[in-house]
């Protein structure tokens, strides 16, 4: 288990107790006696930065020690990686897309790793992070392992099943906190509808951009405008003209609306980013996102380009507009 040394500054606190109430793991804080924030069991501590990121004053502290700073997994044996013609299919397939659509962002590779499967060869990091901002590290060329204790985020280590659920997070109590829904039975509500993993089931995310994957994607996750997003939809219903059903909510975007349901329902899903995502991370207010079963890539390029020939460069010039002289 990772450590975390948390500090308090009394010449900055103000004893609003915020950093307490925020805390997303029971009995790691609790207000002293004298009204500061005192540590009661470091241990849970994931190093989210929750309390601190909510403190009015920046009084607390939190700072990696132990086990946080040192990688277990330095020394065991890494998995093989994808043969080298398949990572050339895929950087092919990239490219195609990439150059169709007009995509700015490279399409990221996302990967599970199963509780017994050898972890990837990549890089672990040497700071926590939330898997958002592992994803859009990847959309720029980065490629990421992060086992439980690189995760900041305890939301999305539940719900890929590589820890069980905190309790203020299983009751939805920090939801309403953050003034996401307006109570409590809201929250539970939404808690109870997404869909999670089995605990323990994996061990490991694993982000790469497409083109530099090591491990074959389980899904891939694209970045775009709105208008880009309906050409990669209509990319996919250029030969049969299927309509997809999305589900989306602003609520866990990455891990469960990006990754999650193209993985467990084999099937694609567009979500718009979420409070963690876009607070977290420099994802811009005029991008989403949308996460596809692998096997979706090749209909994807071939569509994307037969629609690159007319019918995108017509929209873009807006043939049907009036002219104004």
Same mark, same amino acid.
């Given at each position: 288990?990772?450590?975390?040394?948390?500090?308090?500054?009394?010449?900055?606190?103000?004893k609003?107790?915020?950093c307490?109430?925020f805390?997303?793991?029971?009995?790691?804080?609790?207000?002293?006696?004298?009204?500061?924030?005192?540590?009661v069991?470091a241990?849970?501590?994931?190093?989210?930065?929750?309390?601190s990121?909510?403190?009015?004053?920046?009084?607390?502290t939190?700072?990696?020690?132990?086990?946080?700073?040192?990688?277990?997994?330095?020394?065991?044996?890494?998995?093989?990686?994808i043969?080298?013609?398949?990572?050339?299919h895929l #950087?092919?397939?990239q490219?195609?897309?990439?150059?169709?659509l007009?995509?700015?962002?490279?399409?990221?590779? $996302?990967?599970l790793?199963?509780?017994?499967?050898p972890?990837?060869?990549?890089?672990?990091?040497?700071?926590?992070l939330?898997?958002?901002?592992?994803?859009?590290a990847?959309?720029?060329?980065?490629?990421?392992?992060?086992?439980?204790?690189?995760?900041?985020c305890p939301?999305?280590?539940?719900i890929?099943?590589?820890?069980?659920?905190?309790?203020k997070?299983a009751t939805?109590?920090?939801y309403?906190?953050?003034?996401?829904v $307006?109570?409590?039975?809201?929250?539970?509500?939404m808690?109870?509808?997404r869909?999670?993993?089995?605990?323990?089931?994996?061990r490991?995310?694993y982000?790469?951009?497409?083109?530099?994957?090591?491990r074959?994607?389980? =899904?891939? =996750?694209f970045?775009?405008t709105?208008?880009?997003?309906?050409?990669l939809?209509m990319?996919?219903?250029?030969?049969?003209?299927?309509?997809?059903?999305f589900?989306a909510?602003?609520?866990?975007?990455m891990?469960v609306?990006? =990754?999650?349901?193209?993985?467990e329902?084999?099937?694609p899903?567009?979500?718009?980013?979420?409070?963690?995502?876009?607070? #977290?991370?420099?994802?811009?207010?005029?991008?989403?996102f949308m996460?596809?079963?692998?096997d979706?890539?090749?209909?994807?390029?071939?569509g994307?380009?037969?629609l690159?020939?007319?019918?995108?460069?017509?929209?873009?010039?807006?043939?049907?507009v009036?002219?104004?002289?």
């Open positions: 288990m990772a450590e975390y040394q948390i500090t308090n500054h009394p010449d900055r606190c103000v609003c107790g915020l307490v109430a805390c997303p793991i029971p009995n790691v804080l609790e207000v002293g006696p004298e009204g500061y924030p005192q540590v069991d241990e849970p501590c994931v190093g989210c930065q929750t309390c990121g909510n403190c009015p004053r920046r009084a607390l939190v700072e990696a020690t132990g086990d946080a700073v040192y990688d277990p997994f330095a020394d065991e044996p890494r998995a093989e990686p043969p080298f013609e398949r990572q050339q #950087a092919k397939l490219r195609s897309i990439m150059d169709s007009g995509l700015r962002w490279q399409p990221v590779a $996302v990967g790793i199963g509780a017994d499967e972890l990837p060869d990549a890089p672990i990091p040497s700071e926590n939330r898997f958002c901002q592992a994803m859009m990847a959309r720029r060329g980065a490629s990421i392992l992060q086992p439980p204790h690189r995760h900041s939301d999305g280590t539940s890929f099943g590589m820890t069980g659920v905190p309790e997070l939805g109590e920090i309403v906190l953050f003034h996401k $307006v109570d409590a039975e809201a929250a539970a509500r808690v109870a509808e869909p999670t993993l089995p605990p323990k089931s994996r490991a995310t982000v790469a951009p497409l083109a530099k994957t090591v074959e994607p389980d =899904v891939v =996750v970045t775009g709105p208008e880009q997003m309906m050409w939809c990319s996919m219903s250029y030969y049969d003209g299927h309509r997809f059903d589900a909510s602003g609520f866990n975007s891990c609306e990006a =990754v999650l349901l193209p993985l329902k084999d099937e899903n567009i979500t718009f980013g979420c409070y963690g995502c876009r607070a #977290a991370s420099d994802i811009g207010e005029d991008m989403m996460g596809v079963p692998t979706r890539l090749e209909t994807i390029a071939q994307a380009a037969e690159a020939k007319k019918a995108i460069p017509d929209s873009r010039n807006k043939i049907y009036e002219p104004i002289m």
